[in-house]
T-cell receptor, first 119, second 118 residues
Framework: DTGVSQDPRHKITKRGQNVTFRCDPI?????LYWYRQTLGQGPEFLTY????????KSRLLSDRFSAERPKGSFSTLEIQRTEQGDSAMYLC?????????????????FGPGTRLTVL | AQTVTQSQPEMSVQEAETVTLSCTYD???????LFWYKQPPSRQMILVIR??????QNATENRFSVNFQKAAKSFSLKISDSQLGDTAMYFC???????????????FGTGTLLAVQP
């Protein structure tokens, strides 16, 4: 396993611009999660995919946010018309159910995150 | 709704000593998991230890162990023989057990910043 990867690691943008982040989960993990973490806080759930289906979205995910997971592999999170309040670390996590190759059932493995700064 | 509370924003421990981080949670679920995750400065979140609620035996992973008190809804983490590399933010997290396609989102506490002093 190469682990969960995220791209870019850092993004600085001006207010009003659109940004897109990518997450590549551990291969063959069918479940993928996006979380947002602001400074000094624990991560908060944003949305969840099982394969290509988006099964839950948090109320934190405003209309300006959209996420996709085409073909059930990588996922993208897009934020339109960014606001300063969107500045945060965006984390992606994946897990397999049933468990995959020695990994424990229902344990989520996190990527390094994308740190977004909106000026 | 589930909540997770970590009442210690910061803690400090001397190298080689033992420290305990506290976590309490609230849920009406009967089947769930509890986790401790570690987030070193500017590095990614990694799993430290996990506990299944149906197991009475406390989980142990090398120097890390938990004290799981289900009735009290308490889940503390003990780190023995603390090392400089243990310096990190530690998050306690709750997840209900999986049923079909139901979301297994993690509910995190606000974290405890642990500093291991040489």
């Amino acid at each position: 396993d190469t682990g969960v990867s995220q791209d870019p690691r850092h993004k600085i943008t001006k207010r009003g611009q659109n940004v897109t982040f990518r997450c590549d989960p551990i291969s063959e993990h069918n479940r993928l999660y996006w979380y947002r973490q602001t400074l000094g806080q624990g991560p908060e759930f944003l949305t969840y995919f099982q394969n290509e289906a988006q099964l839950e979205k948090s109320r934190l995910l405003s209309d300006r946010f959209s996420a996709e997971r085409p073909k059930g592999s990588f996922s993208t999170l897009e934020i339109q018309r960014t606001e300063q309040g969107d500045s945060a670390m965006y984390l992606c996590a994946s897990h397999a159910n049933p468990p995959d190759r020695g990994q424990e059932a229902d344990t989520q493995y996190f990527g390094p995150g994308t740190r977004l700064t909106v000026l | 709704a589930q909540t997770v509370t970590q009442s210690q924003p910061e803690m400090s421990v001397q190298e080689a000593e033992t420290v305990t981080l506290s976590c309490t949670y609230d849920t009406s679920e009967s089947n769930y998991y509890l986790f401790w995750y570690k987030q070193p400065p500017s590095r990614q979140m990694i799993l430290v230890i996990r506990q299944e609620a149906y197991k009475q035996q406390n989980a142990t992973e090398n120097r890390f162990s938990v004290n799981f008190q289900k009735a009290a809804k308490s889940f503390s983490l003990k780190i023995s023989d603390s090392q400089l590399g243990d310096t990190a933010m530690y998050f306690c997290a709750f997840m209900r057990a999986n049923y079909g396609g139901a979301t297994n989102k993690l509910i995190f506490g606000t974290g405890t910043l642990l500093a291991v002093q040489p």
